[in-house]
């Protein structure tokens, strides 16, 4: 470790006083001596590559992170605190990662599906031997495209639960049939719907060819579906109101009267404004990110920061029926109550801690 020393006592000068080039070549110089040690090093010799790699990957260049992600993506004992903010960079320095790095737990994939895009869960789809805590949040949140990319990862494990929504989606998706069709892990019962299904699409594309009409309803039909969404925006939020609200919602906590109770209370009698900043307050975030993440598209990310804080389900509750495209359903809220008792605290967590980083980053 004499190398390591001397590499270290150059840190500080470099950090401070180094150009864009001299930190590069001190992170290849560094990443040069972990690769060629690694499998000799334990975890507390690691943890010194942790901090050092660490500090200079944030103060380089998009390409030389593109580097580091490549070369430390397939390492076992990479740092893992190196390793993590790479997963959550742009998708060019996080791809490789997300791909290949056996230092990702499942509860770190499921923390960068969270709190990253659809680049960053298609990626984690393309991963070897995927396990179902992780195919489960893929499934719920990816969207059409990531759920066509983990149903065709053949290595990919499902829970009953994941493999019965993917059947359940492929009523309505042939491309998806023909992906599912072609697994060789589903449930004998889910095989038979899947061929039910396969059924009757092959009923609807026949019904379609002899009464040319049925597709001209079908249209009109999508047009009033899209008119409905439309209709059910988020409860727009006055800058003015929001102003004052916050300000009175400062002054309980400067009391220390603001708590759990005092915001479901505030989201009960609808006092948006009170409530985004009586949430944001207590979940540590900012205004921005605390009103996208109550009345924005992301319908999980008020469950997840609500399990993260240990917030009741009465509390969420009355967070959700803030919303006009969920929260005036007795069946939406109660889907959303089973996903809140499913979602595991440790991994709320994670994800709130992520999403702490992503609002506080420049």
Not at 154 to 177: C, I, P, W
Not at 247 to 274: C, I, P, S, T
Not at 295 to 319: F, K, Q
Request: hydrophobic share 50%.
């Amino acid at each position: 470790m004499m190398a390591v020393g001397a590499l270290l006592r150059d840190l500080e000068t470099t950090m401070g006083n180094g150009t864009g080039h001299e930190r590069e070549l001190m992170i290849a110089n560094l990443t040069d001596l972990f690769l060629a040690t690694a499998s000799q090093m334990d975890e507390e010799q690691i943890g010194v590559f942790d901090v050092v790699i660490g500090r200079l990957s944030r103060a380089i260049e998009l390409r030389a992170r593109m580097e580091l992600a490549e070369r430390l993506a397939p390492i076992p004992n990479a740092p893992p605190a190196v390793v993590r903010p790479l997963a959550l960079d742009e998708i060019a320095v996080a791809r490789p990662v997300l791909l290949r790095s056996p230092r990702l737990s499942d509860q770190d994939l499921v923390a960068v599906s969270a709190a990253k895009g659809r680049d960053h869960m298609l990626a984690i789809s393309e991963r070897p031997h995927l396990r179902e805590s992780v195919t489960d949040f893929l499934i719920l949140r990816g969207g059409r495209v990531v759920t066509h990319a983990v149903a065709a990862n053949r290595t990919a494990r499902f829970s009953r639960h994941g493999m019965g929504v993917l059947v359940m989606r492929a009523g309505q998706d042939e491309v998806l049939q023909a992906t599912l069709g072609q697994r060789g892990d589903l449930p004998a019962e889910l095989a038979e719907q899947l061929m039910a299904l396969a059924k009757l699409a092959a009923r609807r594309r026949l019904d379609r060819a002899v009464r040319p009409g049925f597709a001209k309803a079908v249209e009109h039909a999508v047009e009033r579906g899209a008119e409905a969404v439309a209709a059910a925006k988020a409860v727009p939020v006055e800058l003015a109101s929001l102003g004052l609200a916050l300000a009175e919602v400062r002054a309980l906590q400067a009391a220390g009267h603001l708590d759990e109770a005092q915001l479901r209370e505030a989201a009960r009698e609808a006092k948006l404004e009170h409530a985004i900043c009586g949430f944001g307050l207590l979940a540590g975030l900012s205004l921005p990110a605390a009103e996208q993440t109550l009345m924005g598209p992301d319908r999980e990310a008020v469950l997840l920061v609500s399990r993260a804080l240990d917030w009741s389900w009465e509390t969420t509750a009355a967070l959700i029926s803030l919303r006009r495209d969920l929260g005036k359903s007795d069946a939406a809220l109660e889907r959303a109550q089973q996903s809140f008792q499913q979602i595991g605290r440790s991994t709320a967590e994670r994800v709130l801690g992520f999403l702490k980083a992503r609002d506080a980053a420049p």
